[in-house]
């Protein structure tokens, strides 16, 4: 048992060794089943051999699948010229063999991590969960909540949208960003990963403006015409509630009033990322009393072909109002779900000061 895991955990790792091994024994089973089928060919007929080929395609590298493709059709052949002339259906089948070998090739060699598909998913849904890791707000002290909810557009599991956040040791400051790559679904995944992993290497060890210059300066050197992003910051002293939001073409975030149960549009404002090598950055700051809360969002929210963007915060300031009606647990999820399908990802992110 310990040695079938240290193979599949070698098996994991992608090197050759492991490439080697699977090989090995992807190549004797081949062989068996020959030895089966040169004997007593209606146990196990031509087709069978195309569970090979399947197992080659989920396990191993291309130099490796053509060594195993090849055995698997000399093996085939030889057992089915020994079983009898190859004439008619038996004609067809080796055909078929070997069309299918030639789109399993093709498909193998199309990977560019160098991997089998299995190994590339897992590395980046490793990656993946690395970066959202990121993401997730540290746990708070008493007194304030933080929640986020996220949609990828269409259903996919990578979207452009994202968040990184970080609380100094202390527990005293806490700092967030929530990102809008410019794309939608997996088509921006990588590009919203990759800008993930910098900011996360950034966020609380530059100020707001120098950190947003930072991220400007790292889209402008991707030379891509899609590299552009929006994005909001915003810092939070959990002492005494102060707060900075500084915008980067994102939409105005909402300020929640306890006494009136409204939300207020906020007036920091600034320019899209990736476009100018010099943006400007406006930035607004107030105290967050107790029972306020501060709600960002991403285009995605709010904006449709049906309404334009100052329809879509109205209606999401309106959404939002009645979300927390019943409390603020929970309310992040709550608002997602009224967001119309649409074929954006959307993101929201809320930070309550808890009353008493």
């Known amino acids: 048992m310990s040695r079938a895991r240290d193979f599949v955990s ?72 020994h079983d009898g002339p190859i004439t008619g259906p038996r004609g067809s089948i080796l055909a078929t063999m070997v069309v299918s070998v030639a789109l399993i090739l093709y498909q193998s060699s199309q990977q560019r991590s160098g991997l089998p ?40 599991r990578y979207a452009g949208d994202f968040l990184v956040a970080d609380l100094t040791d202390d527990g005293r400051r806490l700092e967030m960003v929530l990102v ?30 120098a ?58 404002r600034g320019m899209a990322l990736g476009v100018v090598p010099e943006p400007e950055f406006r930035s607004s700051s107030g105290v967050l009393e107790p029972g306020e809360a501060l709600l960002f969002y991403t285009d995605g929210v709010v904006e449709s072909r049906d309404a334009d963007l100052d329809a879509g915060i109205d209606w999401l300031r309106e959404t939002a109002r009645v979300a927390v009606v019943r409390g603020f647990a929970g309310a992040a999820r709550r608002i997602i779900r009224q967001v119309p399908r649409g074929d954006d990802d959307r993101a929201v992110l809320l930070l309550h000061r808890v009353p008493g």
């Not at 790292?218 to 500084?246: K, N």
Request: include cysteine; aromatic fraction near 8%; charged fraction near 10%.
């Open 10 to 81: 070698g098996w994991r790792t992608g090197s050759w060794r492991s490439q080697a091994e699977t090989l090995a024994v992807l190549c004797l089973g081949v062989l068996l089943s020959g030895v089966v089928s040169w004997h007593r060919f209606d146990l196990l007929p031509t087709t069978s051999y195309f569970v090979w080929l399947l197992l080659g395609m989920l396990t191993l590298r291309f130099q490796p699948l053509l060594v195993l493709a090849a055995v698997v059709l000399v093996v085939s052949a030889g057992v089915m010229v």
């Open 117 to 156: 598909g299995p190994l590339s998913e897992a590395l980046l849904a490793e990656l993946k969960a690395r970066l959202q890791a990121q993401g997730k707000v540290p746990a708070l002290p008493a007194g304030w909540m933080a929640q986020s909810a996220l949609r990828a557009s269409h259903g996919s």
């Open 180 to 209: 809008d790559v410019c794309g939608k679904g997996s088509a921006v995944g990588p590009q919203a990963l990759q800008f993930a992993g910098a900011l996360g290497g950034l966020i609380g060890a530059l100020g707001p403006h």
């Open 211 to 268: 950190l947003l210059t930072a991220a400007n300066r790292f889209l402008l050197r991707q030379e891509s015409e899609e590299s552009l992003a929006t994005a909001v910051h915003v810092v939070v002293d959990l002492h005494d509630g102060a707060w900075t939001v500084t915008s980067a073409g994102h939409p105005p975030a909402l300020r929640y009033d306890a006494t009136t149960g409204q939300w207020l549009l906020d007036g920091a």
